[in-house]
């Protein structure tokens, strides 16, 4: 079964630490991005990737750092830097970042709370 | 300026009943494509139906269509024959061809849709 899967599903963060989200995907797809959800907000970009070994920041990528060492990973560590970090964090990808009728596919998320 | 607005932040609709979904945008480009996704209670976010800017027709996807129109800037879903399983959270999405967009998805803020049986 193709899909993307994203562990752990909840996650709970002491303040001052840094902790990683793991996200992996075998649909084989060149891109791969990291959103965050808040309650009644619709989806923030954080950094996204379009080949491996290479990522852009998104719209909030402050306080969060990225890899992208292999095609199917694309881990997210969320640093104490990020102020705000408690949300809802859904990992996605593509196969054709650059053609307008690309279609992200999404993993089933990591909820993360800090304490 | 918000580039999608979905109006309804919530809808209750009774079961086998068709539901719009609506979803307005903002933007200059003339090359533009627009999605829809669904968000269940579980998290996931699940694409349903895509509508480019030059397409002709209406897409459709099963019970799920799009009802486009271009010179108004919006693009509404339509459910029909609603199942209780349609309650979620709905999302609009666009992507502009312009490069200063990086090819990126604008969201709306989404409309929670509940099915009465």
Not at chain 1, 9 to 29: A, D
Not at chain 1, 36 to 56: A, E, H, K
Not at chain 2, 97 to 108: C, E, F, H, K, V
Request: proline fraction near 4%.
């Amino acid at each position: 079964d193709g899909g993307i899967t994203q562990s752990p599903k909840y996650l709970f963060r002491k303040e001052g630490q840094n902790v990683t989200l793991s996200c992996e995907q075998n649909l084989n797809h060149d891109a791969m991005y990291w959103y965050r959800q808040d309650p009644g907000q619709g989806l923030r970009l954080i950094y996204y990737s379009q080949i491996v070994n290479d990522f852009q920041k998104g719209d909030i990528a402050e306080g969060y750092s990225v890899s992208r060492e292999k095609k199917e990973s694309f881990p997210l560590t969320v640093t104490s830097a990020q102020k705000n970090p408690t949300a809802f964090y859904l990992c996605a990808s593509s196969r054709n970042p650059v053609s307008l009728t690309d279609t992200q596919y999404f993993g089933p998320g990591t909820r993360l709370t800090v304490l | 300026a918000q580039k999608i607005t979905q109006t309804q932040p919530g809808m209750f609709v009774q079961e086998k009943e068709a539901v719009t979904l609506d979803c307005t945008y903002d933007t200059s480009d003339q090359s533009y494509g627009l999605f829809w996704y669904k968000q269940p209670s579980s998290g996931e976010m699940i694409f349903l139906i895509y509508q480019g800017s030059y397409d002709e027709q209406n897409a459709t996807e099963g019970r799920y269509s799009l009802n486009f129109q271009k010179a108004r800037k919006s693009a509404n879903l339509v459910i029909s024959a609603s199942q209780l399983g349609d309650s979620a959270m709905y999302f609009c999405a666009m992507r502009e061809a312009r490069m200063d967009s990086n090819y990126q998805l604008i969201w709306g803020a989404g409309t929670k849709l509940i099915i009465k049986p």
